[in-house]
């Protein structure tokens, strides 16, 4: 059964910069796509960064060029690196398993989309 932890999460300020990452419990990475997704308060989830089996990452585009997803099967571990934050990148942040990268990121997630417990950052000053 697939779990996933995300950890990093805290206060920012505008600016700064930011590590996130999730590990998977009880199956390897290797064959997975994952990805980020973020819920701010009073918004739908979106989705931010996803990386498919062979490394190939794309990312929603408020977040290009700042956000940088990878990935150590190894360590059944994927990260999001964050910098540039800015006030509108506060909300939680899901790690997700079982994801498809398409350029829309409205259709990454599915039925079969494992989800983690959610990390919150706020960027404030």
């Known amino acids: 059964h697939l779990q996933l932890a995300e950890s990093g999460g805290g206060l920012v300020e505008p600016g700064g910069s930011m590590r996130l990452s999730c590990v998977a419990n009880g199956v390897s990475l290797d064959h997975l796509s994952m990805a980020w997704f973020r819920q701010a308060p009073g918004k739908e989830r979106e989705g931010v960064s996803c990386?498919?089996?062979?490394?190939?990452?794309s990312h929603t585009d408020p977040v290009k060029g700042r956000f940088t997803i990878s990935r150590d099967n190894a360590k059944s571990t994927v990260y999001l690196q964050m910098n540039s934050l800015n006030f509108e990148d506060t909300a939680t942040y899901y790690c997700a398993a079982t994801v498809e990268c398409f350029d829309s990121t409205a259709t990454w997630s599915s039925r079969d989309t494992y989800w983690g417990q959610g990390t919150w950052v706020t960027v404030s000053s």
């Open positions: 990386i498919n089996m062979l490394g190939t990452t």
